[in-house]
C-alpha cells in the first residue's frame, strides 16, 4: 500500500510538470504597449502623431486599440487609450527604445501628460 501511495504521488508530481509545461508556449506571448494621457498641446500632439504613426508595423506592431476619448467605468484614468500589439515583449520594447519612435516620443511627452506600460499578454494553456 504504501508503494501505491508513493507512486501515486510520483505520478502526480509529473503530470502537474507535463500540464505547466504545457502551459508554458512554444512562442513568446504577445507584447503589449499600453498608453493612457490627456492632451494638453494639441499642436505638440499632432507632430508627435505624424511621426510615430506610421512605426509600429516596422516592428511586427500593430494599434489595436486607439480613443482619444474613452469612457472610464472605475477609477479616474485619463483620456485619450491606446493599445499597441507586438508579437513580443522584447519587439515592443525594441520599438519603444528605436531612434524613431525615441524622437516621436518626445513630441508626447511634450505634450500629454499621463503613462505607458509595456506588458506581456496573456497565453492560455494549450487544449
Same mark, same amino acid.
Given at each position: 500500500?504504501?508503494?501505491?501511495?508513493?507512486?501515486?504521488?510520483?505520478?502526480?508530481?509529473?503530470?502537474?510538470?507535463?500540464?505547466?509545461?504545457?502551459?508554458?508556449?512554444?512562442?513568446?506571448?504577445?507584447?503589449?504597449?499600453?498608453?493612457?494621457?490627456?492632451?494638453?498641446?494639441?499642436?505638440?500632439?499632432?507632430? #508627435?502623431?505624424?511621426?510615430?504613426?506610421?512605426? *509600429?508595423? =516596422? %516592428?511586427?506592431?500593430?494599434?489595436?486599440?486607439?480613443?482619444?476619448?474613452? @469612457?472610464?467605468?472605475?477609477?479616474?484614468?485619463?483620456?485619450?487609450?491606446?493599445?499597441?500589439?507586438?508579437?513580443?515583449?522584447?519587439?515592443?520594447?525594441?520599438? #519603444?527604445?528605436?531612434?524613431?519612435?525615441?524622437? *516621436?516620443? =518626445? %513630441?508626447?511627452?511634450?505634450?500629454?501628460?499621463?503613462?505607458?506600460?509595456? @506588458?506581456?499578454?496573456?497565453?492560455?494553456?494549450?487544449?
Amino acid at each position: 500500500m504504501k508503494k501505491l501511495v508513493i507512486g501515486a504521488a510520483a505520478v502526480a508530481a509529473v503530470t502537474i510538470a507535463l500540464a505547466a509545461t504545457g502551459y508554458a508556449q512554444d512562442t513568446d506571448p504577445p507584447g503589449y504597449m499600453i498608453a493612457n494621457y490627456t492632451i494638453k498641446d494639441q499642436a505638440g500632439y499632432d507632430r #508627435y502623431m505624424q511621426a510615430a504613426g506610421p512605426l *509600429a508595423p =516596422k %516592428f511586427g506592431g500593430r494599434i489595436i486599440v486607439f480613443n482619444l476619448n474613452a @469612457t472610464a467605468v472605475e477609477g479616474e484614468p485619463k483620456k485619450v487609450m491606446a493599445i499597441a500589439e507586438f508579437p513580443s515583449v522584447a519587439d515592443a520594447r525594441r520599438f #519603444y527604445n528605436s531612434p524613431e519612435y525615441s524622437a *516621436a516620443r =518626445k %513630441f508626447r511627452t511634450a505634450s500629454t501628460e499621463g503613462s505607458v506600460i509595456i @506588458t506581456e499578454g496573456f497565453v492560455s494553456a494549450k487544449q
